[in-house]
């Protein structure tokens, strides 16, 4: 895997060289812009608007604009001089129990891969949290953006999970709902925690699921490439059933499902 970061994991005086790679990849489907009369490739120019001339990517820098419309210009070489104690360390600041950080702060996940001279810290580090039920929490500067950043085990290593700040997390408006919602009768509670109990599972399996929208994208990309029509499902009904009559069938439903489950394992 590529590297796109180096540095140390540092936790007290133990320092780790490790290289940052990233853990995930899109699997999308991904488009061109198109003319939509004969397909052909959009082209986008890149145009000064005081000048009204195409700009070259060597004179192309970043700019934040202020409130009154002035722009302040800086370079790549200004970005990447930043004074940032996490350019090139992790320092894990604290560990907190793994279900303490709550998951909506949840940004992208990276694997640790350690140098060689570091295997025997990399591990401690990795079965200290594993036996303790502990993540690492730190920061880490990555293409001169510092995050929050959750060290957690993985596997046989370590990942690493940058964190949203907390100003970056809307804050929900709940009170119309809290002020409005009806109160469940007694019944319908029983049964909703019944049904929640019915299609529970021990682990989570991500592979037992599926990306229906990259199927029927790719249905759609074949049968066009066919020349042919692709079905087009019925939408499910969106009417409103009774709460408790929608309950006791889903219950019913859960409860013949797993039965039939254990059938086909036992």
């Not at 920061?139 to 370590?158: D, F, K, N, Q, W």
């Not at 999970?161 to 009806?182: G, K, N």
């Not at 319908?188 to 991500?206: K, N």
Request: aromatic share 6%; net charge negative; with cysteine.
């Amino acid at each position: 895997m590529r590297t796109l970061w180096n540095g140390v994991i540092s936790f007290g005086l133990v320092a780790i060289p490790v290289g940052l790679a990233a853990a995930t990849e899109s699997r999308s489907i991904s488009f061109r812009q198109v003319h939509r009369t004969d397909g052909a490739r959009v082209r986008h120019e890149r145009v000064c608007t005081a000048e009204d001339r195409r700009v070259p990517w060597e004179e192309i820098a970043k700019g934040y604009e202020l409130p009154d419309g002035r722009m302040v210009v800086l370079t790549e070489d200004e970005l990447a001089e930043l004074p940032l104690p996490s350019a090139h360390t992790i320092e894990v600041a604290e560990f907190v129990p793994a279900d303490a950080v709550d998951p909506i702060l949840f940004d992208r996940s990276y694997f640790l891969q350690p140098h060689q001279v570091a295997l025997g810290a990399y591990s401690l580090l990795r079965d200290a949290m594993t036996d303790t039920g502990h993540v690492g929490l730190g920061r880490v500067a990555i293409r001169t953006r510092e995050r929050l950043a959750l060290l957690r085990p993985y596997g046989a290593g370590i990942s690493l999970v940058t964190l949203l700040w907390p100003d970056e997390v809307r804050e929900p408006d709940f009170e119309w709902f809290t002020d409005q919602a009806p109160q469940p009768r007694e019944q319908e509670q029983r049964m909703a925690e019944q049904l929640v109990l019915s299609l529970s599972s021990t682990t989570f399996d991500p592979t037992t699921y599926r990306d229906h929208s990259r199927e029927a994208l790719q249905a759609l990309i074949d049968a066009k490439l066919a020349h042919r029509q692709i079905a087009v499902p019925e939408p499910r009904s969106q009417e409103a059933a009774d709460l408790e009559e929608a309950l006791r069938v889903s219950l019913d439903q859960a409860r013949q499902a797993r039965s039939a489950g254990q059938r086909e394992t036992g």
